[in-house]
């Protein structure tokens, strides 16, 4: 019984043919997601945030409920 | 004095494979009991029954009975003139275990995954003594009165107020998003 000689050579050059592809995919489609699910999202959502934002009237909030050191509430 | 208790040796064996013990003639610093007790003389070469040693370094009978001389020298001619009891009984001459008899589910991990969740257990219940005979006192701020006011000041200070803390609170209402 003569069995086929086994690959000697070229064993990591194989192994990285096949996979070095597929990781580049991977990362690829990885980044894609986190783009997608991730960034635009929290982009929108601070777009959408200072579209309306009255920044004075929300210090005057803030100021009310006595928050700050440097201003008090009015009527103090 | 190059000499092992049979009692050691026996309890090695069942542990199947101390890499420590080649057979190259290992000297061995060993106790005396007066003389009494068997010993193996670790000079020569040993058998072992080991996955990774197929061949061990001696044959597992070393002292053959006649039947067994006789089986041997008949070994010497073609081996077809052999019946399948004489090939069996040649091999169990060489061998002590057969491979499948060497991988032998032992259930050993039953014993093991019994005295893990053992021993849990018993650190669940000092935990337990811990908690009531060790921890002090909860600090005040624990308390949900303390934590209610925390909260009330983390929403007047506007913490977090695009996507986090602040942005699920409607501050028209007054209630959680």
Do not use: C
């Not at chain 1, 050579?9 to 996979?19: E, I, M, S, T």
């Not at chain 2, 070994?75 to 032998?104: C, D, H, Q, V």
């Not at chain 2, 925390?150 to 209630?175: C, H, T």
């Amino acid at each position: 019984m003569s069995l086929a000689k086994p690959a000697m050579r070229g064993l990591l050059a194989k192994r990285l043919r096949f996979h070095l592809p597929i990781a580049f995919g991977l990362s690829l489609v990885a980044a894609a997601a986190f783009k997608f699910a991730v960034t635009e999202p929290r982009k929108q959502a601070y777009a959408d945030f200072y579209k309306h934002y009255d920044s004075t009237k929300e210090f005057n909030a803030m100021r009310e409920a006595g928050v700050f050191e440097s201003v008090r509430p009015t009527g103090k | 004095m190059l000499r092992l208790t049979a009692g050691r040796v026996a309890g090695l064996l069942s542990r199947r494979g101390v890499a420590a013990f080649s057979s190259s003639g290992v000297k061995m610093a060993s106790h005396e009991h007066g003389g009494v007790t068997e010993q193996t003389d670790m000079s020569v070469p040993l058998y072992w029954d080991r996955l990774d040693t197929p061949l061990p370094d001696r044959p597992y009978k070393d002292t053959l009975s006649a039947a067994d001389k006789s089986l041997k020298q008949k070994e010497k001619g073609p081996w077809n003139s052999l019946s399948k009891e004489e090939k069996l009984a040649l091999y169990r001459i060489m061998f002590n275990e057969t491979y499948a008899e060497m991988k032998k589910p032992t259930g050993e991990w039953k014993t093991v995954l019994g005295g893990i969740f053992f021993f849990i257990g018993f650190t669940g219940l000092v935990v337990l003594w811990q908690r009531y005979y060790v921890y002090p006192p909860h600090p005040h701020t624990l308390d949900d009165e303390w934590q209610a006011m925390q909260v009330k000041r983390m929403l007047d200070m506007r913490v977090n107020p695009v996507e986090g803390f602040s942005a699920k609170w409607d501050y028209e209402k007054g209630k959680w998003k």
